[in-house]
């Protein structure tokens, strides 16, 4: 099995660029979560997918973010425009879980992003 | 809400030292409890877990014991290695909820 698969690996943009991660999940997962991680803030959840439909979107930061699953494998996260207090690793993580139930998450490698 | 308080590090040991992570939470019903390791450069990866009461998870010689009494799941490991440096993360998974603690890093010194 693959895992999780993330691109790029690394991104590096100037203020105001609209940023696009994107995320393939584990085939046969159901569940998908984006995280953030800093120094200063540690690992922050952004969003969090369970059959394609959003469940938990309390941590994302501002409008300036989204996340969509156009289908059951796949999920893009989008900053637009970006600013530099967005420079960060961002990590998806799938999971299989049933009704109200959060599985073993399973990290992607992490999309190192910085914002000049 | 469901939460999980770990002790903060950093934690440094000598080679062959007995390692200590408290973990303890706070959560209504019955959360699975793991925990999970990051190496440098990398995501995090699954060490270990327990879902019930009295569950020992184990791997790769760390281990932990789900604690409902004291609602606690401290990771142990009797010799340490220089290739366990590591960031480590208690996490809980509740009612459509996961959360991680802050993480605590540990450098072993040979």
Sequence with gaps: DAGVIQSPRHEVTEMGQEVTLRCKLISGHNSLFWYRQTMMRGLELLIYFNNNVPIDDSGMPEDRFSAKMPNASFSTLKIQPSEPRDSAVYFCASSLGGSGFVGEQFFGPGTRLTVL | ?110
Excluded at chain 2, 76 to 82: A, D, F, H
Excluded at chain 2, 87 to 107: E, I, K, P
């Design chain 2, 1 to 110: 809400g469901d939460s999980v308080t770990q002790m903060e590090g950093p934690v440094t040991l000598s080679e062959e030292a007995f390692l200590t992570i408290n973990c303890t939470y706070t959560a209504t019903g019955y959360p699975s409890l793991f925990w999970y390791v990051q190496y440098p450069g990398e995501g995090l990866q699954l060490l270990l877990k327990a879902t019930k009461a009295d569950d020992k998870g184990s791997n790769k010689g760390f281990e932990a014991t789900y604690r409902k009494e004291t609602t606690s799941f401290h990771l142990e490991k009797g010799s340490v290695q220089v290739s366990d440096s590591a960031v480590y993360f208690c996490a809980l998974s509740g009612n459509n909820d996961m959360r991680f603690g802050a993480g605590t890093r540990l450098t072993v010194k040979p």
